[in-house]
């Protein structure tokens, strides 16, 4: 597939992006339309707007007349998650949605294959995408099944005018936050996956570093010593109107550290990143992993079997692999390429240069980080 050379800027086209309420089911027309794949997403508004310029890209420079549309789930909304939608979709009996491409994160894919069975996925044909061996990484997870095209992770975002020497350890950051009380804050985890994987790693550290990677429902008998640190933490968290708040989705989180409100938080590096570039996030805040790590994953596209399949959705995750697209997405919101650096602008690379997807931690729990949450709300989100 042949791409035409385009602008280096490009204009943002107003784009409709419908969230459905239903299964998601599509017309006979629209899905046997080979030329057309609808793209699933779900998350923060910086993963929307690098999806809208991929596919206005895609649409306009593919000589093929292939048409990507996106629909998007914007997180901490209240509304039904992507999983439970492609789910009951297939338990529904639903074999002609308009579920053609699914980003998906390697992490994740775990859940959707225990709740939906092993088949709700395709393989992907590799042979089918010409751009395949630019891949510098696999998703860490079903392989077969994903193909990735961006990586992100949560690190420690703080204040550097404030925090001259951040803490560079699990311990090192908890005992700053009973020496900072009110100056830390985390949102809630089912709002968003910053302060999932501030939770997530903080039962985990307990345990055993393969039950990251393990579905074992007996790994829940482990997860007492996390939550006992978990309440013990959370009268030195952020306060309003002299009570303990947790943000509501990542940018909660971030609106608090920009406007100085807190001096430290989990955050995705990708958000941080962009948010600067546009200047809605002070030069001041800096980033910091610790050890143990927060969580990291590649993101992926993956075809589920209630799908179209065509060549429509090979072609975009074909293009999806250019050094013309991972620009863009690193451009647009800081992401990690799964492709050699070598290939891409370099003035954009140096802004991510030491976020390497092979050094991340990555999580992989299924269902276990939904009854992580649901045990979060009832036993953390309801102290006083």
Same mark, same amino acid.
């Given at each position: ?5 385009? *602008? ?7 784009? +409709?992006?419908? &969230?459905? *309420? ?10 046997? @339309? ?32 292939? #048409? ?8 901490? +909304? /209240?509304?039904? %998650? ?5 789910? *009951? ?10 579920? @053609?491409?699914?980003? #998906? ?20 044909? &590799? ?9 510098? #990484? ?12 961006? /990586?992100? &992770? ?27 009380? %009110? ?49 013990? !933490? ?18 909660? +989180? ?11 938080? $989990? ?34 596209? /993956? ?17 999806? !692999? ?14 990690? $390429? ?5 290939? !891409? ?5 140096? +802004? ?25 709300? *009832? ?6």
């Amino acid at each position: 597939m042949r791409f035409r050379k385009i *602008a280096a800027v490009l204009l943002m086209a107003a784009m +409709t992006v419908t &969230t459905l *309420a239903g299964c998601g089911a599509s017309s006979a027309s629209a899905a046997a @339309d080979d030329k057309t794949v609808t793209i699933w997403a779900e998350g923060s508004d910086n993963v929307r707007v690098q999806l809208e310029r991929q596919i206005e890209n895609f649409n306009a420079a593919n000589e093929e007349g292939y #048409v990507a549309k996106l629909e998007f789930i914007t997180s901490g +909304t /209240g509304a039904q %998650g992507l999983t439970d939608r492609i789910v *009951a979709a297939k338990k529904a009996g639903q074999t002609n949605t308009d579920y @053609d491409l699914v980003e #998906v994160s390697d992490a994740s894919i775990t859940s959707y294959l225990e709740q939906g069975g092993e088949d709700l996925f395709v393989p992907i044909d &590799t042979e089918r995408l010409s751009n395949y061996d630019n891949l510098t #990484v696999t998703a860490s997870f079903r392989n077969d099944l994903l193909v990735p095209y961006r /990586g992100t &992770t949560v690190l420690l975002a703080y204040n550097s005018e404030t925090v001259t020497n951040p803490p560079t350890t699990a311990e090192e950051l908890y005992q700053w936050i009973k020496d900072n009380p %009110g100056r830390f804050a985390y949102n809630t985890p089912g709002s968003g996956g910053a302060g999932s994987s501030f939770v997530l790693t903080s039962v985990y550290n307990f345990m055993d570093e393969s039950a990251l990677t393990s579905t074992d429902e007996a790994n829940m008998e482990q997860w007492g010593p996390g939550f006992e640190l978990l309440a013990e !933490l959370h009268p030195y968290m952020y306060q309003s109107s002299g009570k303990v708040v947790y943000p509501n989705k990542n940018q909660g +989180t971030l609106d608090l550290l920009a406007n100085k409100e807190i001096d430290m938080t $989990p955050a995705w590096a990708d958000m941080v990143l962009s948010q600067q570039k546009q200047g809605t996030m002070p030069e001041s805040i800096k980033l910091v992993q610790i050890e143990p790590a927060f969580t990291g994953n590649t993101v992926c596209f /993956g075809m589920p079997s209630i799908g179209a399949q065509n060549d429509a959705a090979y072609a975009f995750m074909d293009y999806m !692999l250019t050094p013309e697209a991972q620009n863009i997405a690193l451009d647009s919101m800081a992401a990690i $390429p799964v492709i050699d650096f070598g290939q !891409l602008d370099p003035e954009l690379t140096a +802004t991510i240069s030491d976020l390497k997807i092979e050094s991340f931690r990555v999580s992989a729990i299924g269902d276990l980080g939904s009854q992580l949450n649901e045990k979060w709300d *009832a036993e953390i989100g309801t102290l006083e």
